[in-house]
């Protein structure tokens, strides 16, 4: 069992950045693959991010590749999410997860892949 909190969120306009961050209390941090996702009002979650267990592997969509960036410092069993060139769209609730499995068949981009949930920090970008 692992507890994720989320923290960072908050308003900032177009063009600007943010970090979040997610810490986790519990077992193993490093034993986790870990991934951010975002949920927009009336829309699906969406992924964001993954971040490999050693911290050398990541993974983004399109629509975030080269403007976010994931890390990880297992010593301090927390996960980042630096977010630059911040735009209208990217608004929503973002969230934090944990999955125990070894292997995906989605490159990690599903939320089923994922075990443990944080509660979801509010990020809104004005125009």
């Known amino acids: 069992q692992v507890q994720l909190v989320e923290s960072g969120g908050g308003l900032v306009q177009a063009g600007g950045s943010l970090r979040l961050s997610c810490t986790a209390s519990?077992?193993?941090?490093?034993?986790?693959?870990m991934a951010w996702f975002r949920q927009a009002p009336g829309k699906e979650r969406e992924f964001v991010a993954t971040i490999s267990r050693s911290g050398d592997f990541t993974y983004y969509p399109d629509s975030v590749k080269g403007r976010f960036t994931i890390s990880r410092e297992n010593a301090k069993n927390t996960v980042y999410l630096q977010m630059n060139d911040l735009k209208p769209e990217d608004t929503a609730v973002y969230y934090c997860a944990a999955a125990r499995k070894l292997y995906s068949t989605t490159n990690w981009s599903d939320s089923n892949d994922y075990d443990y949930w944080g509660q979801g920090t509010q990020v809104t970008v004005s125009s």
């Open positions: 519990g077992r193993a941090f490093s034993g986790y693959r």
